[in-house]
């Protein structure tokens, strides 16, 4: 067990306390990141490192303007009548990630949304660096084991429990928009309910084909591989994806 009196004097402003706070900093935030680096994201390894340790570092800088207004500097703060908030950094720090973020969610041509899982784990990472810097050691720690889990043992449950959904998104290419009855009548033929249909005339993503994309609600005992089977003997169809 920690002892009480190490943990307080790693939570006051001094040289062996930032230090500690910045190298923690970079070491969760690049753990992170690790993840989405192994799978080619935007953000990746450098960005979560950069990201935590600039938010524990803001927050390290809040307390350090709070302790010498309060100290050194405090007959000049009472002359110009200055009130400093801590709070206010770190509420910037969380508007600007929250603009770092949206700058990697695109939406593809297949009208797929990508980079929401990086946007929020950049948020996120942020918030555990401002927690760090803060000198919250245990909520950083706890916080790390959660984001850890999300981005790393997650997915794999994730995927684990789509391969028994019901509900299936398709992207389909076909040769023209002639051809969208038949592919619907073939979908239907298996028993798959179609929930929606979004189609574009020669604006797909890999070629000027007419592209379609269907969410759909699959019978039961009907797997993926069925439906990707079925489809692909019709001639029309030049290529299919589950998005």
């Known amino acids: 067990m920690l002892d009480i009196?190490?943990?307080?004097?790693?939570?006051?402003?001094?040289?062996?306390?930032?230090?500690?706070?910045?190298?923690?900093?970079?070491?969760?935030g690049g753990l992170i990141g690790m993840e989405r680096e192994r799978k080619k994201r935007p953000a990746g390894f450098r960005t979560y490192m950069l990201v935590c340790m600039g938010s524990a570092l803001t927050m390290i800088l809040g307390q350090y303007l709070s302790v010498m207004l309060q100290t050194q500097w405090s007959e000049v703060a009472a002359l110009a009548g200055n009130k400093n908030d801590i709070s206010r950094f770190s509420a910037q720090v969380i508007n600007g990630i929250g603009f770092l973020g949206a700058g990697t969610i695109l939406v593809t041509g297949r009208q797929e949304v990508k980079g929401l899982t990086t946007a929020a784990g950049l948020w996120t990472s942020g918030c555990m660096g401002l927690a760090l810097g803060a000198g919250f050691y245990e909520c950083t720690l706890l916080g790390f084991l959660m984001i850890f889990l999300s981005v790393h043992l997650f997915p794999k449950i994730e995927n684990a429990v789509m391969v028994y959904s019901r509900n299936m998104v398709l992207y389909v290419e076909f040769a023209s928009m002639n051809e969208m009855a038949q592919i619907v009548h073939a979908i239907k033929a298996q028993g798959i309910r179609i929930f929606t249909v979004d189609f574009e005339r020669e604006n797909s993503y890999h070629t000027n084909q007419p592209s379609a994309v269907f969410t759909l609600?699959?019978?039961?005992?009907?797997?993926?591989?069925?439906?990707?089977?079925?489809?692909?003997?019709?001639?029309?169809?030049?290529?299919?994806?589950e998005l």
């Open 5 to 28: 009196a190490v943990l307080n004097y790693f939570r006051e402003l001094n040289i062996a306390s930032m230090v500690l706070r910045l190298v923690l900093a970079l070491l969760l």
């Open 217 to 241: 609600r699959l019978p039961p005992k009907m797997s993926r591989t069925d439906v990707f089977a079925e489809l692909s003997r019709l001639e029309c169809i030049h290529m299919l994806d």
